[in-house]
């Protein structure tokens, strides 16, 4: 019986850390934020059942296997570690699911088929204008950021493609993104 309750701590500190390393997954692209999101939700809310199921399972086992006074001690320190663990994943997750509360803003996306890739831009400035220009190359959803413009205001920035290179410009200053390799270019 034991055993099975085991199970229960190992379940709980593996979608823990699962739910800790969501600050250092790959930007998603925008359109599959939602299914990022629904994934760590279930695996938050399954982190919370399985807390309260070991927090109510601990006085059996704990008063089972030891004396009262550490019964007590054990029963505090589990719901405390378990709370702390929760707390974290917690914030960890909300940073991470929406790059804190003022993250970047999707102000354009343009397609590139022939290419197979995708270059997004976003208004990354909160109080000053600044844009990140990020691309996507291939199949799977994840970008990748190439340049962070402090001054460029997104919504102002023009594209132009010559054969493979497309490039953005904003007032004097322009960037070219080779989208064959997916690279920035620096001339």
């Given at each position: 019986m034991l055993k099975i309750k085991f199970i229960y701590y190992i379940i709980f500190l593996i979608s823990s850390i699962i739910l800790g390393f969501v600050i250092i997954i790959p930007d998603i692209?925008?359109?599959?934020?939602?299914?990022?999101?629904?994934?760590?939700?279930?695996?938050?809310?399954?982190?919370?059942?399985?807390?309260?199921?070991?927090i109510r399972l601990s006085p059996t086992i704990f008063n089972n296997n030891l004396s009262k006074k550490h019964s007590y001690i054990l029963k505090s320190a589990t719901t405390v570690f378990l709370s702390l663990i929760l707390l974290f994943?917690?914030?960890?997750?909300?940073?991470?699911?929406?790059?804190?509360?003022?993250?970047?803003?999707?102000?354009?996306?343009?397609?590139?088929?022939?290419?197979?890739?995708?270059?997004?831009?976003?208004?990354?400035?909160?109080?000053?204008?600044?844009t990140s220009v990020k691309i996507k190359k291939g199949?799977?959803?994840?970008?990748?950021?190439?340049?962070?413009?402090?001054?460029?205001?997104?919504?102002?920035?023009e594209e132009t493609l010559n054969d493979s290179i497309v490039q953005f410009s904003y007032e004097n200053d322009t960037i070219g993104i080779d989208l064959k390799t997916g690279k920035l270019i620096t001339e």
């Open positions: 692209i925008p359109s599959w934020e939602i299914v990022q999101q629904a994934i760590f939700g279930l695996l938050y809310t399954i982190n919370i059942v399985l807390a309260y199921i070991i994943s917690f914030v960890a997750t909300s940073f991470g699911l929406g790059q804190g509360f003022m993250g970047p803003k999707l102000e354009k996306e343009i397609k590139y088929p022939d290419y197979k890739a995708t270059v997004y831009i976003f208004d990354a400035g909160f109080i000053d204008p600044a199949r799977l959803p994840f970008m990748k950021e190439l340049v962070f413009l402090g001054n460029w205001i997104p919504y102002q920035v």
